[in-house]
């Protein structure tokens, strides 16, 4: 597409559209290609029916790929194409919304109104609409359909990006996406949602643990973005100046990155920027020296946080032919860009990934694996030795001091991830005014008993760190999987359901607060650092209101 007012379906996306891009211009790939860019390669017939589904009163347009098929620019070109047509734009990007927006479904939807509004350049009367009587949504609604809709002589595309950063907030997105699945479906009935045009783009890595009719994913078009096919890649080879005349090297750049369009970039940038030839690329491409390595090591950690995932890539990789794998395995790998699926079979997706991850991932991750049963069973022969908190029955100060040095030296020689998480009772001091030091003990207890619960795994250390204080030490634990472990203690404590009529907090229960922090040890520090970095985050989680999960910055 030469200009954005051109039709999508004026020349094939094979062909050569503008002269190769100046050397000078060039730029790391990275991100949406700019609309007046050489680089941008369409996928026809699928682009157009992109296009077309925008035109539509209450059109619905889903775009779903892994990570670097080129969302961002297809949704860079639809938003164009619609300002074109004389249409009002409107892009959300959910990953600038504050973790506190994803609070609660009403704070959500008020700072979804205001950042329509403020991109309209429109006065806000959110508190005009705004009814807790009758709730969020269907305020959000009313706000739309009588103020901001009302007020449009021409068609709204509002363009949803990274719609994969709802997905982690099981709270919100079962309430947010079958309200846009219901504007949908009211313009069919001919009403104001008419002018509203949706653009939903989201990540397929995150798998999505949503009931499919409660979404707004089986409605609307689908675009599932492809590889680049060879005409494609070749295409993309002339915009960068190389003059591969024949399919040859095209079809060795294919064989090795199955066409996915981020990854093709990627590598004739590296030609084209690095003058190199087609094949020093290919011989450096699965190393972890070339100019995949952290696109690479990013799959890599994926996989070393989910070793079901892991062990059934290395079957993959491994076999001469295609793999039949438990359906939701297969659909988490497919999801990554890992494996391709042929009817029930899986193969690895490219030979970039085939070559990697059987000569670099699968050595690590089986060290790790084996590492990681010695910890447990040295921790189990610990735990029989280790000195209890008389109260909590589970370890105390001085063995959480002595674990917590003998896991960073360890971990320090492995160079792998070690995490704690401080946990403290909200407003346990009022508790104990109010119900007597026996109830305080008794409730102590329970906390206990429900972290203990949750961090179950033998290489883990639960310790009462001090007062209503514990500390949860675990190994081989990456921040995110520490915060994701917090949050099921945090709801095991709530399940407990322990009278707190004076808390603050309006769930009048008891609840916790905790500050989570994770860091690779070295030999030169100290765990100390790893205990302040937890306890700032704990004192921030509290600033912030109790009752929450806050990780801490990298110690």
């Known amino acids: 597409m030469n200009t954005v007012s051109e039709s999508p379906l004026d020349h094939p996306s094979s062909a050569p559209t503008r002269p190769p891009i100046d050397p000078a211009d060039l730029h790391f790939p990275s991100g949406a290609i700019a609309l007046d860019s050489s680089l941008y390669i369409e996928r026809l017939p699928l682009e157009a029916q992109a296009y077309q589904g925008i035109e539509k009163p209450g059109g619905l347009v889903r775009i779903q790929a892994p990570q670097g098929m080129g969302k961002s620019s297809l949704l860079l070109r639809l938003t164009a194409y619609a300002r074109a047509q004389g249409y009002q734009t409107v892009t959300i990007n959910f990953q600038t919304a504050d973790q506190d927006i994803f609070t609660n479904i009403g704070k959500f939807l008020r700072w979804f109104c205001a950042s329509v509004t403020y991109q309209l350049r429109t006065p806000s009367c959110l508190d005009d609409y705004w009814d807790n009587d009758i709730g969020a949504k269907l305020s959000c609604t009313m706000y739309f359909e009588d103020y901001l809709l009302a ?4 068609p709204l595309v509002i363009a949803l990006q990274h719609v994969e950063e709802i997905f982690e907030h099981v709270a919100i997105a079962v309430d947010f996406l079958p309200l846009l699945r219901f504007w949908h479906e009211q313009a069919k009935q001919g009403d ?61 750049l294919m064989n090795l990155v199955g066409g996915r369009p981020a990854l093709v970039n990627m590598a004739l940038y590296d030609i084209s920027y690095g003058q190199k030839t087609l094949d020093r690329f290919l011989q450096e491409a699965p190393t972890q020296t070339s100019i995949y390595r952290h696109h690479l090591q990013k799959l890599l950690t994926t996989l070393n946080q989910q070793p079901e995932l892991a062990a059934a890539l290395k079957h993959v990789v491994s076999a001469r032919n295609g793999v039949e794998l438990e359906p939701v395995i297969a659909y988490k790998l497919n999801s990554l860009g890992l494996v391709e699926l042929r009817g029930n079979e899986c193969l690895t997706s490219c030979e970039l990934y085939r070559q990697f991850f059987v000569h670099k991932t699968f050595s690590q991750l089986d060290a790790w694996r084996k590492r990681l049963a010695q910890l447990e069973e040295e921790n189990t022969h610990l735990k029989q030795l280790v000195n209890l908190d008389a109260l909590t029955q589970v370890a105390n100060r001085r063995s959480f001091d002595e674990f917590i040095h003998a896991k960073w030296h360890q971990l320090a020689e492995m160079q792998a991830p070690l995490a704690v998480i401080l946990a403290d009772v909200d407003c346990f001091k009022l508790y104990n005014d109010t119900y007597g030091h026996q109830a305080g003990d008794q409730c102590l207890q329970q906390v206990a008993q429900a972290i203990q619960k949750c961090a179950h795994r033998a290489s883990d250390l639960v310790a009462r760190y001090g007062g209503e204080e514990f500390v949860v030490v675990l190994p081989l634990t990456t921040a995110e999987s520490a915060a994701q472990m917090a949050e099921t203690i945090l709801n095991c404590i709530k399940e407990k359901q322990i009278i707190h009529a004076r808390s603050p907090i309006a769930v009048k229960i008891v609840t916790a607060s905790m ?5 690779i040890p070295t030999l030169n520090q100290h765990p100390a650092s790893l205990i302040k970095a937890a306890d700032q985050a704990l004192y921030q989680a509290k600033a912030l209101g109790r009752d929450r999960v806050q990780v801490a910055d990298q110690p």
């Open 515 to 519: 500050g989570i922090a994770s860091v």
């Open 151 to 154: 007020e449009l002589d021409t």
């Open 192 to 252: 104001v949602f008419q002018h509203l045009r949706l653009l939903v783009s989201h990540s397929t890595e995150v798998y999505v643990p949503l009931n499919i009719n409660h979404s707004p994913f089986n409605v609307g078009l689908p675009i599932r973005l492809p590889p680049f096919n060879l005409a494609q890649v070749k295409a993309l080879a002339y915009a960068y100046g190389l003059g591969w005349e024949s399919d040859h090297e095209a079809q060795q």
